[in-house]
């Protein structure tokens, strides 16, 4: 008969929160249809609850990139980062931000993607459309991986920055 307490393998540290949370956004990452990355996002409350999760996909209804195997942004060689407005994909935020509707004002959006080829981690940062949508829900702060460990992201922030960058962009500075 075996012992339970010492043939059992050894148990890993419990997570902190911030980390459950990132496990979870990781896990609903892997509900993605997207067949370039895949990212999960996950809306907690003061009190610690969940109030949304979303994972980047098609409109309901439609056909999954995933199904028709074709990106129309890689079809087009468009570059990562840029002309989301091809993209038949909503993103994760954007996804758990409509779950959870004005309940996310005042919570934290945990974010995290990967690549869906290589698996390897995806550090991006909620991009300008979802960082304007961020600010209006009233998100108070986002966490995300980073090459580091985790960062966290002001969405007030992160939009100027994304304004920024375009105004540069545009002026051609």
Not at 26 to 38: D, G, M, N
Not at 80 to 105: D, I, K, P, T, W
Not at 162 to 172: E, N
């Amino acid at each position: 008969m075996t012992d339970w307490h010492t043939d059992a393998p050894p148990v890993p540290p419990r997570a902190s929160r911030t980390e459950w949370y990132m496990n979870i956004a990781v896990e609903t990452a892997r509900r993605s249809t997207c067949i370039r990355r895949c990212y999960g996002a996950v809306v907690v409350n003061s009190a610690g609850e969940i109030v949304s999760t979303g994972h980047n996909g098609a409109p309901r209804g439609e056909a999954h990139c995933d199904e028709l195997n074709t990106c129309i942004r890689k079809q087009y060689n468009i570059p990562s980062g840029e002309r989301y407005e091809f993209c038949r994909s909503v993103h994760a935020e954007m996804n758990a931000l409509l779950q959870a509707g004005r309940a996310a004002a005042g919570c934290t959006m945990y974010l995290a993607g990967f690549e869906r080829l290589t698996g390897a981690p995806s550090y991006d940062p909620p991009c300008l459309m979802c960082s304007k949508m961020l600010v209006n829900a009233g998100i108070g702060r986002v966490m995300v991986r980073t090459p580091e460990g985790l960062g966290e992201l002001d969405p007030q922030e992160l939009y100027r920055k994304h304004l920024d960058s375009v105004i540069a962009k545009v002026s051609g500075n």
